[in-house]
């Protein structure tokens, strides 16, 4: 990843693909989880840390979204739906059977991946801006039922208070002890999507990105794995939307509107489509964008403007950003902040020895 | 039964004429569609922007209507050019998800425009006519719907006629059938593309005049925006003929279903009835009534 790769010769294909590059690759990660494990959790306010938590949520939801969006080619504007369905489905089982979270987890999960994979349906004989548009709809539809059949939404408020994480008699209360939580299932997320991606599925997923009719006369069937890719990209969002539903103690679908399946998709367009590290950067990046926009107005803005006008600024300067970003990104630098990454670390890939 | 036969053709003639409305916001969509192949994400806050550059010319700048038309207009042309220039040239050639998501940002971008420059309050957007309906047996035709209906009509057939037999338009579609081709034919491509976008503004600009005096002008008047996929699809992309009937059709069943379901489900049915409508159209018939048939099956 940071490694410096100097005088290093792969033979073989296997050693090519590894996770572990390198020997050193080891240590590099050993390094990583020290800091995100001990370092950050142990040194940080509690504000902080909840910063980090959401940033963890949306890695998740930012990896899933890009096994179908970068990965397999597949577009889709309907993530933010496909969350609300994990956190309705975990927030039902919570209140109504008082099930613990692992069950409710997976169960938020493939309720998602099901959901997903009926809305990819249409993937089979449209593509591109069609396929946009019909998960649009899903997205509209979803949010719709979800607000209007009370029997999931739990009444007039759509909204569902779900009880703390349990470990034992153990109950996840603080931002540090939800840290830990979420960290736990990025790095299996992280992990999960590395081996996805270099595997036989994740193979298909990028020929039929690459060139679908040639992935069909290689003997790929494209509708099992079109299907399979919404599943499994649906299945991270419904786990991120349990999880998110717990780092707020509530279910609501106001939090998983159409605004958060465009923020995942600018996640991943950002960070740079079909890449692990990407989705990392891109999801970290757009977290912490309105919260930088945020404190930024709040100690400079009162420079250039009255206090009411920065009030009144934040959200619009937000937007503004935002998309700006998305359009710069998308014009400028297309491979996103993973090839800036790259850049930069191939640069000092052989230093100081110059050819 | 004259009643409920009358509450009937109430919610048909709001459908027809609101339909119509549709037509014209559509018609902006299918224009650039239809000429450069890219699609506007962000067509309802073209029409949001165009709206609050009117009001905001006839109620601060004191300007008369057909000034603040004029301005509005001019400057939504402006700004289509500009916009083909500056974000949609250097995405030609790149995957669809690269167009989409570039007029979604533009669509966040306007978001925060308008309401930073132009103000966040409400604002209307007074034409000279009058508020009283037009009552005929059980229907009442409220005028600023018959004047949307009207100046949806004249620009449809108007558009019609452009690319049908005038030069640029059949320049236009030379550039929508094959770039390669009519480059080679000596058609200045890049320059039809800002013409395309260029009057995409000024339909959105129409629009944006027409919504605003209906639903006053804010940013919810963007919202407008999520009717044209359903119509659009419907309809077919790169139709005319096709926004009309698609209008039609997404203004009737919205207003029968908001009529007729809405008592039992508690609201909001017509929000969704037209994107029910659009899943099944996507799965029987994707490229809509009057689409070109295009559709890869892999």
């Known amino acids: ?355 | 039964m004259p009643d409920e036969l009358g509450f009937f053709f109430l919610l048909m003639s709001n459908g027809v004429l609101i339909g119509l409305m549709y037509s014209l916001i559509a018609l902006g969509f299918v224009l650039v569609y239809k000429a450069t192949d890219a699609v506007n994400f962000a067509q309802g806050e073209f029409v949001m922007i165009a709206g609050l550059a009117v009001a905001l010319a006839m109620s601060a700048a004191g300007a008369p209507l057909w000034v603040a038309i004029t301005v509005g207009l001019a400057g939504m042309i402006a700004f289509g050019f500009g916009l083909e220039r500056v974000v949609l040239r250097p995405l030609i050639g790149r995957p669809v998800i690269a167009v989409v998501m570039a007029t979604i940002g533009l669509a966040s971008v306007l978001r925060g425009v308008g309401p930073t420059f132009f103000g966040a309050g409400t604002k209307t957007l007074p034409l000279p006519i009058s508020d009283a309906p037009f009552v005929i047996g059980p229907l009442f035709i409220p005028p600023i719907q018959l004047l949307g209906a009207a100046v949806s009509v004249v620009f449809l057939s108007g558009f019609g006629w452009f690319f049908l037999w005038s030069r640029k338009g059949i320049a236009m579609r030379a550039v929508a059938d094959n770039q390669q081709v009519a480059m080679a034919m000596g058609i200045n491509v890049e320059r039809y593309f800002g013409l395309a976008w260029a009057m995409t503004g000024m339909v959105s600009a129409l629009g944006g005049i027409i919504w605003g005096n209906l639903l006053g002008v804010d940013i919810n008047l963007s919202l407008v925006g999520f009717k044209v996929f359903p119509v659009v699809i419907l309809g077919g992309l790169d139709s005319i003929p096709g926004a009309i009937v698609g209008g039609l059709i997404v203004g009737i069943v919205e207003n029968i279903a908001a009529g007729y379901v809405d008592p039992y489900v508690g609201g909001g049915t017509k929000d969704f009835a037209p994107y029910v409508l659009m899943i099944l159209a996507l799965m029987i018939r994707p490229y809509g009534i009057f689409g070109k048939k295009l559709i890869e099956r892999v």
């Open chain 1, 1 to 355: 990843m940071i490694q410096r790769e100097c005088g290093v010769l792969k033979t073989s294909y296997e050693a090519d693909m590894a996770l572990y590059p390198l020997p050193i690759a080891r240590w590099t990660v050993a390094v990583l989880a020290v800091i995100f494990f001990l370092l950050i959790p142990l040194t940080l306010h509690e504000y902080y840390l909840s910063v980090a938590n959401l940033v963890w949520i949306a890695v998740i939801g930012a990896l899933g979204l890009n096994i179908l969006v970068g990965y397999t080619g597949q577009v889709s504007i309907g993530h933010g739906a496909f969350m609300s369905v994990g956190a309705y489905t975990a927030a039902n089982l919570a209140t109504r059977l008082d099930s613990p979270w692992p069950v409710n987890l997976l169960a938020g999960g493939l309720m998602a991946a099901a959901v997903g994979a009926v809305v990819g349906i249409p993937s089979l004989r449209i593509k591109g801006l069609y396929l946009a548009i019909a998960t649009l709809a899903g997205q509209l539809i979803i949010e719709w039922t979800i607000n209007h059949v009370t029997f999931i939404s739990g009444g007039v408020q759509a909204s569902i208070a779900v009880p703390r994480p349990r470990l034992g008699s153990m109950v996840l209360s603080s931002q540090r002890d939800m840290y830990y939580f979420l960290l736990v299932f990025v790095v299996i997320a992280i992990v999960g999507t590395m081996n996805l991606v270099r595997s036989r599925v994740g193979r298909a997923f990028i020929a039929i990105r690459d060139q679908d009719i040639a992935a069909e006369i290689i003997g790929i069937d494209i509708f099992r794995y079109k299907l399979l890719a919404f599943a499994i990209s649906s299945f991270y969002a419904g786990v991120t939307g349990v999880l998110y539903t717990y780092f707020l103690g509530i279910a609501n679908y106001e939090q998983f509107q159409i605004g958060v399946s465009i923020d995942y998709l600018a996640m991943i367009i950002v960070g740079g489509l079909g890449s692990v590290l990407g989705s990392i950067f891109g999801a970290i990046f757009i977290t912490l964008l309105p919260i930088v926009i945020r404190i930024g107005m709040e100690s400079f803005g009162s420079v250039f403007f009255n206090p009411q006008t920065v009030l009144n600024l934040i959200p619009n300067l937000r937007l503004m950003v935002f998309g700006a970003l998305i359009i710069f990104f998308l014009v400028v630098e297309p491979d996103g902040l993973n090839r800036l990454w790259r850049n930069i670390r191939n640069y000092f890939r052989i230093w100081p020895f110059a050819y």
